[in-house]
T-cell receptor
């Protein structure tokens, strides 16, 4: 069975600090997809990124960057120069290649609090 | 139009009431989802519709009844709910019901059952 672990339940930083969110996953499949979502206090989950299991390239989008390492089954997310608007709960999620329909397995989430 | 809308935003109902949650998207997506999210927990999948047909039911109690009238609309009919059903109900859609399709979520309906 697939599983996603986000060991950090809450991280508090001061504005402009960098913050890294850890995500470790378990799956028996060779084809799978990893996602990151942001959930601000308003409640809506905002899609941030999708990564395919066969593409280990790291990615940078503005202040966001992602480090995918199959060898350690990790897909970590870094926010550089954090801002107050980054305060939210961040979820890592996994979808397997043979899943019926599109079933996402979510990690427990990491709450990020950025203080001014 | 790249959003998923949900109505109402908030709903308070008694255990004997019947109510419905509505979800709409106009992105041409053919897969739609209902999730339930309790406080400080991740979303839990309830139902998946693919091409207007129910493809996944995660053993949800029959007091929750989904309906997909067309490819843009998704309803969740509620009847005889329990206080423990109080939660944020999220709707999502994806291009198709494929595992590599990212899901786009609505803002949710915050449900309180008295």
């Amino acid at each position: 069975a697939q599983k996603v672990t986000q060991a950090q339940t809450e991280i508090s930083v001061v504005e402009k600090e960098d913050v890294t969110l850890d995500c470790v996953y378990e799956t028996r499949d060779t084809t799978y997809y990893l996602f990151w979502y942001k959930q601000p206090p308003s409640g809506e989950l905002v899609f941030l990124i999708r990564r395919n299991s066969f593409d280990e390239q790291n990615e940078i989008s503005g202040r966001y960057s992602w480090n995918f390492q199959k060898s350690t089954s990790s897909f970590n997310f870094t926010i550089t120069a954090s801002q107050v608007v980054d305060s939210a709960v961040y979820f890592c999620a996994l979808s397997e290649g043979k899943a019926a329909g599109n079933k996402l397995t979510f990690g427990g989430g990491t709450r990020v609090l950025v203080k001014p | 139009d790249t959003e998923v809308t949900q109505t109402p935003k908030h709903l308070v109902m008694g255990m004997t009431n019947k109510k419905s949650l509505k979800c709409e998207q106009h992105m041409g997506h053919r897969a739609m989802y209902w999730y339930k999210q309790k406080a400080k927990k991740p979303p839990e999948l309830m139902f998946v519709y693919s091409y207007e047909k129910l493809s996944i039911n995660e053993s949800v109690p029959s007091r929750f009844s989904p309906e997909c009238p067309n490819s843009s609309l998704l309803n969740l009919h509620l009847h005889a709910l329990q206080p423990e059903d109080s939660a944020l109900y999220l709707c999502a859609s994806s291009y198709r019901g494929r595992e590599d399709n990212e899901q786009f979520f609505g803002p949710g309906t915050r449900l309180t059952v008295l």
